[in-house]
């Protein structure tokens, strides 16, 4: 029997997508315009966060080559057989299928979409998920085709948020603080941080499927850590149960369809002593200051440097360990990420109408020390024409989170 070394199966209906039509062709169009300004034939996006935001479908790679074709009138996904129909029902425009029964029928699938006759003479990559060996294929398909880099210009473009975008956005926000209200009510000594994490997801999962009945559903987590646990922001959850005095860690994540908010708390388990309170109200403090500078026509890096003078001025600058905050959109803990829109020192980008980004200031002081555990507070904040919105609703500092349940 001679099988296929790919295919197209359109199995069933397509189904309701996160976006509108509209909002996908804005998106493409806007992508073939970055093709235009560099003289670009074809584009091969292979990221999971690229191919969601361009096509609706979000793929479970498993070791498999996933990308997505973008000539200036085609766009196609080109998934693993093992998927079946899924990839094509999921997202807004075409798909090729490959089989694993030959070594690299994922290059024969692209060659499939362009065709034979008219070799592209420009192709863009995303050289910052790209892998060597893949990049290394593809040029021994394309072998007289000139390649550049596009993610940085793909980046920018996901760093101005839709509409659309800023309603599932600010969705995610409210669910996440739903999220967080869950954990409150199961914080308690003897606990432990799975079983409390465990409540959180899953009342965010549910009201998830209440806001969004047709949505795939995949990737809401929480990390929620104490004592020690909280000294890195991004630890796993253990079995260790809390004890009275611990400082905990309150992080949520609700993913939907690839879009990620997050609400991380500070709270402490019926009491916190002088010095834990001292760190805290620093950290709030800074955490205060950097909500009144996030506007537009701020430079990112200028943030950065206020807030580290006032962490200098309290005295805990040398206990400070990442960014004050990032940008949100399509991504996740393993995949995405808009660099270009951080809090960092050496970011000089200027905040705009219909960016989104992040507050989130910590401190971590090591164990050994007084008011030893790490310190975290993160509002989301969407920029408007003359001010930013703050869409965290849940709050922060000692007169709320010292948890007496």
């Not at 998934?79 to 094509?88: C, G, K, L, V």
């Not at 998830?208 to 949505?215: F, W």
């Not at 002081?365 to 408007?384: C, K, M, S, T």
Request: hydrophobic residues 35%; charged residues 25%; negative net charge.
């Amino acid at each position: 029997m001679e099988r296929p070394d790919f295919f197209s199966l359109k199995n069933g209906e397509k189904v309701k997508l996160p976006f509108s039509e509209s909002e996908y062709g804005r998106r493409v169009n806007n992508l073939r315009a970055i093709m235009d300004k560099n003289n670009l034939d074809m584009v091969i996006l292979t990221s999971m966060h690229n191919i969601a935001y361009y096509t609706g479908f979000i793929y479970c790679s498993f070791g498999r080559p996933y990308g997505c074709i973008v000539t200036k009138n085609k766009i196609s996904t080109i998934s693993a057989n093992i998927d079946a129909s899924q990839p094509w029902r999921r997202s807004h425009c075409d798909n090729v299928i490959y089989t694993d029964w030959k070594r690299d029928n994922f290059l024969k699938a692209i060659v499939s979409i362009i065709g034979r006759d008219d070799p592209p003479k420009n192709i863009g990559l995303e050289n910052d998920h790209v892998t060597i060996d893949m990049r290394e294929k593809i040029g021994s398909i394309f072998t007289f085709s000139v390649f550049n880099d596009v993610s940085k210009d793909l980046m920018q473009l996901r760093m101005i948020k839709s509409k659309e975008e800023i309603e599932i956005i600010k969705n995610g926000a409210r669910i996440a603080d739903l999220g967080g209200e869950e954990i409150v009510k199961n914080i308690r000594e003897g606990n432990t941080e799975i079983e409390i994490a465990i409540a959180g997801r899953d009342r965010m999962e549910r009201e998830i499927v209440k806001t969004y009945p047709e949505a795939e559903y995949m990737d809401t987590w929480v990390w929620f850590q104490s004592g020690i646990n909280t000294d890195g922001a991004h630890n796993p959850k253990t079995n260790r149960k809390l004890n009275k005095g611990d400082i905990l860690s309150l992080n949520t994540f609700p993913m939907i369809s690839g879009y990620y908010t997050a609400l991380e708390r500070t709270l402490f388990l019926n009491y916190a002593d002088d010095e834990s309170l001292k760190a805290w109200e620093a950290n709030v403090k800074v955490h205060k200051r950097g909500l009144e500078l996030i506007k537009p026509g701020i430079k990112c890096s200028d943030i950065c440097h206020e807030l580290n003078e006032l962490f200098a001025e309290l005295g805990y600058l040398q206990y400070r360990t990442f960014g004050y905050g990032h940008s949100f959109g399509v991504l996740s803990h393993f995949y995405g990420r808009e660099a270009g829109l951080e809090l960092r020192e050496d970011i000089d980008t200027i905040l705009e109408e219909n960016m989104v980004v992040s507050m989130e200031p910590m401190i971590m002081i090591p164990e050994g020390n007084p008011g030893a555990g790490g310190y975290r507070e993160h509002d989301i904040l969407v920029i408007g024409k003359d001010s930013a919105e703050n869409i965290t609703k849940f709050p922060f500092g000692p007169e709320h989170n010292i948890i007496k349940n």
